[in-house]
C-alpha cells in the first residue's frame, strides 16, 4: 500500500465497487471517500462508497455494502470489511499495513506527507498587502499568518506557490502618509508651525500623527536638508516636495514591513506595486480589454437604499457589467470626472498576475474587505473566460488581543495600536504564528497573551511543542545507551515492529497515517488551521501513550531487558517526531529540542 493508505485504499474501494455496480458514472466514482473510522472499535477507516452509488445502481445501500464489504474481504492489507448503518462499510487494516506507516515515515523524513494533489499548478497566493501607512498590527498579523502557512500547505500538497504581496502605493492614503511625514521632516528642520497649525494646511486634515514617522522626517531632513521647506521651514508648495516626500516615506515603510515580516517567518517571491501598474496603464488597457468583450457601458448608478446623502446626485460614470458574472450591481471603474476608481486598479493588478501564468489566485483579505468578494470574482470571471482563472479569496476576522482578561486597544491613526512587532517581542514568533492558525480564519479569535505563554495542555503552542521534545529526549537517551547509529531513521526503518499493538500504540499510528490525507484535505479547502488542529491531536496521542508507560512498565520507551520492543518503540517515536516537524515546517513554527 502507498505512503497515502487512505488514497490508497479509495482506489481499492472504487475498483470493487465497480465489480458490484457496473457501469459506475465518473462523477458517482469521484464522490465515493474514504476516511478515518470515528470509533477504533469500528476499524481503522470507513467509506460512503454504497450510499452514493445507491440512487445510480437502483439498488438499496445496505445491498451494496454488503457486496462491497465482501470484495474488500480479501483486499490486500484488509483484515476484514463490515456494512454498517444506513449503508457504510467499516474497514479493518491488518495490523502490520498499519504499522508500515512507520516505515514509509522514517524513509522520507519530513517529506512524509507530500503529496501530488497540485499536479504542479501555478497558483499565486496574495496575503499581507497592508497600505504603507504604518507598522503591520495583530489585524495584518493574522492574515500574514494564514497566507504564509497556506502557502506552505499548497506547496506541500503538489502546487508551484508564489507568495505576493501587493503594495497599496496609489491613492488618498499615501498622498495623506505624505503629508505627515512631510510635518516629521519640518519638526526635524526646527519649524515653528504647531501640529494643529500644520494640520489645517492638509488637505482632508492630519491623518497619521503616529511616532513611527519621526525617524522617516529625521532621515528626510537629513538627506534633503532645507530644500524641500518652505522659507524659515514653513511649508512650501506641495508640488516641489509631494512627490519626492510620498517615495521615500513609501520605501522607509515597505523596509518596516519587511522587518516586521521577517521577524514573523514570512518572506514573499514577488511585491506588486500599485502606483507601478497605474504608471504602466494597465488599468486603462483592462478596461480597454473588458469593453471589447462588450462589458463596459456609461450609466448612472443607483442610488444608496435608505436615506440619500445631502451631497447625493446622479453622476454618469464608466461601469462594468459585474451582473452578468454574478455580482449584485454593475460596478463603476471611472468616476464622472474620468479617474479610475480603486476597483479598475484591483481589476488591472489581478489581469496581471493571470498574464504571469497564476493558473488558481488565492487572495487572504480582512473580513472588512467581505463585501468586495463578489465583484472581486465577476471581474476575474469576465477576465478568464476563455481560459479560466479562479480567484479563491480567504477571508480572516478581527483579532482581539487580551491581557489579564481585557482588551489591549488600538487606534491606527493615533499609533497606539499594537504593533506585529510588540506581539513578537511579547510572547515570540512561533507562539504568535502557531496561535493564529487555532482557529479558522474566518472566525473572530481573543489572542490571550497570558495563555500563549502558559505552560498547560489549554495551551496548544506549548503541548505540541511538548511532544517534540518528549521524543527528542527518548531519543537522546536512547543514543546514549545504544549508540547514535541505533537510533537513525535509516536504521530505526528497518528493525521488526510486530511488537507494536498495544491500543495506545496502533491509536499513534492510526494518526501519523492519517498525515498526508490531512494534508491533501486541508489544501484543498484552503485551510491551514486543520494542520494545527492535527498537530494537538496527535501530540494528545503521543502524550497519552507517554503516560500509560508511567502506569505500564511493559509500555515504556526504553527496557533494556526488551531490545525488540525497545526498536520498535523507538520508530514509533522517531516516526512522531518526523511528522510534528513537518507538520510544524506547514505552519512556520521551529520544532524545539527541548522545553525550557
Known amino acids: 500500500m502507498s505512503e497515502n493508505i487512505f488514497a490508497a485504499m479509495r482506489e481499492t474501494v472504487v475498483a470493487a465497487l465497480r465489480q458490484a455496480v457496473p457501469d459506475l458514472p465518473d462523477d458517482v466514482a469521484a464522490r465515493v471517500e474514504v476516511t478515518p473510522a470515528r470509533d477504533a472499535a469500528h476499524g481503522d477507516m470507513a467509506t460512503n462508497a454504497a450510499m452514493v452509488s445507491a440512487k445510480a445502481a437502483r439498488q438499496a445501500p445496505a445491498r451494496i455494502a454488503e457486496a462491497l464489504a465482501a470484495a474488500l474481504a480479501g483486499a490486500p492489507g484488509v483484515l476484514r470489511a463490515e456494512p454498517a448503518g444506513p449503508g457504510f462499510v467499516n474497514i479493518h487494516l491488518h495490523p502490520a499495513t498499519l504499522r508500515a506507516t512507520l516505515t514509509a515515515v522514517l524513509q522520507a523524513g519530513e517529506a512524509y506527507g507530500n503529496g501530488a494533489a497540485g499536479q504542479g499548478r501555478p497558483v499565486n497566493v496574495e496575503y499581507v498587502s497592508a497600505n504603507p501607512t504604518g507598522p ?92 524641500l521647506a518652505g522659507p524659515g521651514a514653513t511649508v512650501a508648495d506641495p508640488a516641489g516636495w509631494l512627490d519626492t516626500v510620498r517615495d521615500f516615506t513609501i520605501g522607509a515603510m515597505m523596509d518596516a ?93 489581478h489581469a496581471d498576475k493571470m498574464e504571469r501564468g497564476a493558473g488558481l489566485m488565492i487572495d487572504v483579505w480582512g473580513a472588512d474587505h467581505g463585501g468586495y468578494v463578489s465583484r472581486m470574482k465577476a471581474a476575474v470571471k469576465a477576465l478568464s473566460a476563455n481560459q479560466p482563472v479562479p480567484l479563491e479569496i480567504v477571508l480572516c476576522q478581527i483579532v482581539r488581543v487580551m491581557r489579564g482578561g481585557e482588551p489591549v486597544r488600538m487606534s491606527k491613526r493615533a499609533g497606539t495600536y499594537v504593533t506585529l512587532a510588540d506581539l513578537i517581542d511579547e510572547v515570540g514568533r512561533d507562539a504568535v504564528r502557531f496561535t493564529m492558525l487555532t482557529r479558522k480564519s474566518d472566525a473572530q479569535m481573543d489572542f490571550d497573551l497570558d495563555a500563549v505563554v502558559a505552560q ?141
Request: hydrophobic letters at 45%; glycine letters at 8%.
Open 257 to 349: 514591513i519587511r522587518t516586521d515580516l521577517a521577524a514573523l517567518g514570512v518572506t514573499h517571491d514577488v511585491f506588486t506595486s500599485e502606483r507601478a501598474l497605474v504608471k504602466a496603464g494597465k488599468p486603462d488597457l483592462t478596461i480597454e480589454r473588458l469593453d471589447s468583450q462588450g462589458l463596459i457601458y456609461e450609466g448612472t448608478l443607483e442610488p444608496p437604499k435608505g436615506k440619500l446623502p445631502d451631497d447625493w446626485e446622479p453622476r454618469e460614470q464608466t461601469l462594468f457589467r459585474a451582473t452578468q458574472f454574478g455580482d449584485d450591481v454593475d460596478r463603476p471603474l471611472r468616476k464622472s470626472d474620468g479617474a479610475n476608481t480603486y476597483f479598475a486598479n484591483d481589476i488591472a493588478y
Open 456 to 596: 498547560t495542555r489549554e495551551n496548544p503552542v506549548f503541548y505540541v511543542q511538548y511532544a517534540h521534545a518528549r521524543c527528542r529526549s527518548v531519543l537522546r537517551s536512547a543514543a546514549e545507551s545504544l549508540g547514535a547509529d541505533a537510533t537513525t531513521p535509516a536504521t530505526l526503518a528497518g528493525v521488526p515492529l510486530d511488537s507494536l499493538g498495544a491500543e495506545a500504540e496502533m491509536a499513534l499510528i492510526r494518526r501519523l497515517a492519517a498525515w498526508p490525507r490531512t494534508v491533501e484535505g486541508a489544501a484543498l479547502a484552503y485551510e491551514p488551521h486543520r494542520i494545527a488542529f492535527y498537530l494537538y491531536d496527535l501530540a494528545g496521542d503521543f502524550h497519552m501513550l507517554w503516560n500509560r508507560g508511567r502506569d505500564d512498565a511493559t509500555l515504556r520507551f526504553l527496557q533494556a531487558d526488551r531490545p525488540v520492543e525497545t526498536l520498535a518503540r523507538l520508530a514509533l517515536v522517531a516516526a512522531t517526531a518526523a511528522v510534528i516537524r513537518s507538520g510544524l515546517g506547514v505552519l512556520g513554527v521551529v520544532p524545539v529540542e527541548e522545553m525550557r
Open 136 to 227: 503591520l498590527h495583530v489585524g495584518h498579523c493574522r492574515g500574514a499568518v494564514v497566507g504564509d502557512a497556506l502557502a506552505n500547505l499548497l506547496a506541500k500538497a503538489g502546487f508551484a506557490v508564489t507568495k505576493e504581496y501587493y503594495i497599496n502605493d496609489a491613492g488618498a492614503q499615501v498622498a495623506a502618509l505624505a503629508w505627515a511625514a512631510y510635518w516629521r521632516y519640518l519638526e526635524a528642520a526646527g519649524t515653528a508651525v504647531t501640529e494643529d497649525e500644520f494640520a489645517t494646511a492638509v488637505p482632508g486634515g492630519l491623518q497619521y500623527r503616529g511616532a513611527y514617522l519621526v525617524p522617516v522626517g529625521q532621515a528626510l531632513f537629513a538627506r534633503h536638508g532645507d530644500a
